[in-house]
């Protein structure tokens, strides 16, 4: 697979197994043939990827110029962040089954539980068609659709679910959104046949955030606690602000870690691209403890050293984020702004 986009797009995120070539200024010049000499093997198909596909297209004619087995990726890097798999976790204790939804590209985790004949959704970020087929396949009838949060690096296909299956749309009671919904009280469960989610306010990535623990199989923690690092506070906020998230994001973080070690936690999204191998991405939270440096501070060390280690913040979090709170239709580019790696987490 051969990767075009300039060096600046790539070191952003990039398909693993891809080799850069960086030629692109000379395609964007029209430079006729910028191939001649360059060491690609002939014996296997080529793959072309860009942003978007078009700059790939000129590649690939000029890769079958020279007598390559050559296609183009069509939709680039946007399609690549939109491709997704499952992985599948049983939890007989709590007579549920939890499928893990992961956008390939993008790293975004949803999750479609179920237990007996009714399933919920959490986070939801794929096509809704997704989960429908699921539930389906399953035997599972979708009752409620739930978000741990106001995200700020996908758009949220929560309310467009839970309207086409006319499901109920669960959100925290503090959330922004400037739409319908049933509000989430803390320590309300949730139920789900035969079994439920139990609601945990976590505020400190924002102040909306919650999580949902499902009996004592596992917690999905949203962007509040991540498998190796935790969510980041500095999102819409200013310094102050942020000082302020951090210190109540390690007071919601040390009420998570005072449940069992053995509960499974599910985040709502990875950094690293998501294979498709089955396998559930998930560590039990003795493990995350150990993993996790932040953890183990106390407040005052907590809070200079979470905000010193924040990445930069995603691309177009401030629109995606205002398209998430408002009931209007997406505008036409609306998923573009999804390009990119996702930058919730801080180790």
């Known amino acids: 697979m051969l990767d075009v986009r300039p060096a600046d797009q790539r070191a952003e995120w990039a398909i693993p197994g891809s080799r850069h070539v960086p030629v692109y200024e000379q395609l964007k010049a029209g430079v006729a043939q910028v191939f001649e000499g360059m060491a690609i093997p002939q014996n296997q198909p080529v793959v072309t ?36 798999n499952t992985a599948e976790l049983v939890l007989p204790a709590e007579q549920a089954t939890v499928v893990q939804v992961r956008r390939t590209g993008k790293g975004c985790l949803s999750y ?24 389906a396949r399953y035997g599972w009838r979708i009752t409620a659709v739930l978000e741990t949060h106001l995200h700020a690096d996908h758009l949220s296909r929560a309310r467009d679910l839970a309207t086409q299956i006319g499901a109920r749309l669960l959100l925290p009671a503090n959330s922004p959104a400037r739409f319908a919904f049933v509000p989430l009280a803390a320590e309300e469960p949730v139920p789900v046949g035969n079994t439920s989610l139990q609601v945990l306010a976590t505020p400190g990535h924002t102040w909306d955030s919650v999580c949902f ?35 109540q994001l390690h007071a919601s973080l040390q009420a998570l870690l005072a449940l069992s070690d053995t509960l499974w936690v599910l985040p709502a999204h990875t950094s690293e691209p998501v294979p498709f191998d089955g396998r559930v991405l998930a560590a039990t ?32 979090y401030h629109r995606i984020s205002q398209l998430n709170a408002e009931a209007a239709p997406w505008p036409a580019e609306a998923e573009a702004l999804e390009a990119g790696a996702n930058r919730c987490a801080v180790r």
């Not at 995350?288 to 177009?316: D, K």
């Open 213 to 247: 623990r499902l009996g004592n199989g596992a917690l999905l923690t949203g962007d509040t606690l991540f498998l190796q690092g935790v969510g980041r506070p500095d999102l819409k906020a200013d310094e102050a602000e942020a000082e302020a998230k951090a210190r």
């Open 49 to 84: 990827v860009c942003a978007a596909g078009r700059m790939s297209q000129r590649v690939a004619v000029q890769l079958q110029v020279l007598g390559y087995d050559v296609y183009s990726l069509t939709g680039g890097m946007g399609a690549w962040g939109g491709m997704w």
């Open 285 to 316: 939270l003795g493990e995350v403890r150990h993993h996790t440096s932040l953890l183990n501070l106390a407040p005052a060390a907590f809070v200079p050293a979470l905000l010193s280690r924040v990445p930069p913040a995603p691309g177009n």
């Open 112 to 135: 479609l539980i179920g237990s007996r004949n009714e399933a919920v959704v959490v986070d939801a970020s794929v096509d809704p068609a997704v989960y429908q087929e699921l539930a």
